[in-house]
Structure formats: C-alpha cells, structure tokens
C-alpha cells in the first residue's frame, strides 16, 4: 500500500505503524547499548575496552548486513523483521537476568555483545529496504525524514530511560526494558502489508550477495557517500561510545552520560528536520560536506570543554550538523536504488555505517596511547575535516550533486 496524494509519509497509515514498530526498536537498542557500555566500564575501568566492546559488536553485524539484505529481497520483509525482533528480545532479556543474578564475566558480555551486533545488521537492512514500498515516489524524502527522526528520537528517548533507571534501580532493569522495547515490532510486522518484489528477482545462488557491493561499485556517487560516511562515523562518532570514560572527567555518573546522549539525540533530530525541510536544489553535496564539517568542528571544541554544563550544547549542536549530514546521505542514496535490488544496495551500505561503531575502538585506541582523553577525542574530528577539504577540491560529482527525491 502506497501513501495517498501528498508529499507527507505520514499520511499512510502502514507507514505510520512501521514507524511505531522501529521507533521502540531504536528505543530498545539505545537502552542496552548505554547499559552495555555502562556495564563493560564498571566491569574493566578501561577506555580501551569500551571500543573493544563495539567493534565486538560492529564486526558480525557488518557480516549480517548482507544477509539481512538478501533476505529482504528473498522473503517476507515483515516475517524476518518479527523474528529478528523475537531474537534480540531474547538475547538482551538473557543478559538482564545475567546482571541481575551477579557479575557478568567481561567474556560473557563480549559474547552476548557479538549476538546483539548479528541481530543488529539484520535488523538495518530489512528495515530501511521495507519502509520505502510503503510509499509514492514523491512522499521518499518525507519517508527519509521521518525515519531519521524517529531514530534520532530514540537516541534521546532510550539513553535518558537508560540512565535514570540504572541510577534508581540498576543495570538489569534498563536491560529489562530494552529486551519489552525490541518486542513490539514482532507483533506490529504482521499487521504491515508485504512489500512487493519482482518475479524472478530473487534467485538462490551466491551472486545475491554481490548484487547490492556490484551496484555501489559501478556507480562512483555511491562510492564517494559510502566513503564520507565511514570517515564521519569512524573518526568522529566515536566519542559517544567512550563517553563513560569522557564523563569521569567532570565527576559524572550514569545520569549525566545519559543527558549528554539526550542532548547529542534532540541535536540529531533537529538536523534531520532541518535537512527535510531544506531544498538544496543543486547543491545537496555541499549540503552533505557542510554538515559533517560542522560535525567535526564542534566535537573538537567539545573535547575541550571545561565544564559538563558547557558539553551538553556542544553535543547539541555537532549532532545537529550529523543529522544534517546523514540524511542527506540517505535521501541521495534511496532516491537512485531500484526497488528490485533495494535490500541488496542497503545491506551492503549499512555496512558503512556499523563501521562506524569501530569508531569507539579507534577513539578508545588513541586515549589509551596519548593517556589523554580529550586529545584522544578531538584526533578523529581534526582528521576528517582535512579528509573533506580533499573530497571538496577533488570530487566534482559532489559539488554537482542534486536533490532529485
């Protein structure tokens, strides 16, 4: 079922439960993934170890995203988004009665880190391949828009629970709440409509695995967004994964990490707003430079903020030149994939954005070799702001790429 006449996404009412459904999933896994760096800090006291612990998580999941891809394109879209939300509920509910019952051994929580990522790139790729058959042509970008935001909502929705339940009853209830948030999309799936596939489009061999890489490598727009987006999210977004360790610094506890996730979460969505009411026109690529300039800009001054209260509207604003940024990727992206290989093309780019959760263990990395945690943080950012000033003077297709959702 496509949205009625209008430009609004949200005047169809599958689109609308579809947004419910994945709005309590990115709940559910804000939740366990602030519990969970909580946890391996209080377990090992190590920055390093905070990275480790993502990219534990980013390396499976980067596997699963084209499986997840493939399946999309395979199968029912809903009947494999119910079963990954059935999974992940079991899986985070387990490590609750884990913390509850004592100690969790650093390699069980690596362990159960490893399934919640394999969960995870599962779950990318069949979600962001369903939500556009729900949709006319023309209401895309307000899809884009909407599916952002809700995810930025979730980034200040699920850290600040996160926090207030660890700091007034523990570790095991955020858990709990996390694995009732990833439970809701099982039973909202089978009341979406399925997305509809081409006969004969999705064979059995091998070469589904390749399709969405082949596509993205023949064309050299995808290549350069591909490549602007691990840098941003590898060098840059690091710093929230060892925000424990970032927070010690100011004599914070669990409710303060969770307000500054809240603060980075209300600037990402107030600049996925911003992107979907903006009309760059010919200009989308200095829209997407733009965004993750200031991205980058404003974490290097955060890493030297003096005070907690000054890193909240630094926080603000650097996520809101993210949430610019990312948007706009994705817009580009989803307006120029033919449906029949939709899966495919985004499992294979959500791939670049978990490589990003490798951006803790390199954030993490560089602390623990300087022993300093505020230039450990602002490394990354200064070295993507040169990477875009590269892409800027040397890559002609961004500066004439065009808004065309």
Known sequence: MRTPMG???FASPPFRKYLGGTLSANIGFRMQSVALAILVYRTTGSALDLGLVSAIGAAPAMLCNVLGGVLADRHDTRLIWAINAGVSTMVVG?????????????SQIYTLAALMGIVAGVNVPVSQSYYPSLLAPHALKS??????????VASIIGPTLAGLIIATIDLYAAFAAAAICWSLPAFIAFSLPTRKTKPGQNTRSLSDFRVGFDFIRTHRLFLILIGLVVANFLLVFGWLQTLPAFIELFAGGEREIGYAFTA???????????????????????QILGGTAF???MITCLSFAPSFYLLLPLAFLAHAGNGIFSNSCIVAMQSRIPEAIRGRVMGAVSIAFNLGTFGG????GIIALLGDVRWGMAAGPL?????????LVTQRQIRQLADTA
Do not use: Q
């Not at 899809?143 to 930025?152: A, C, P, Q």
């Not at 263990?361 to 993490?364: A, D, I, N, S, V």
């Open 264 to 286: 980075a979460g209300i600037g990402a969505t107030l600049g996925i707003f911003l992107a979907g009411r903006l009309k760059p026109g010919a200009r989308l690529g200095y």
């Open 361 to 364: 263990m390199w954030t993490g």
């Open 7 to 9: 430009s609004s996404a």
């Open 94 to 106: 387990a490590l609750a009665l884990l913390v509850f019952v004592g100690d969790v051994p650093i």
């Open 383 to 391: 070295g993507m702001l040169v990477i875009i000033l590269l892409v």
């Open 295 to 297: 991205f980058a800009s």
């Open 143 to 152: 899809g884009v828009t909407l599916n952002g935001m809700g995810m930025s």
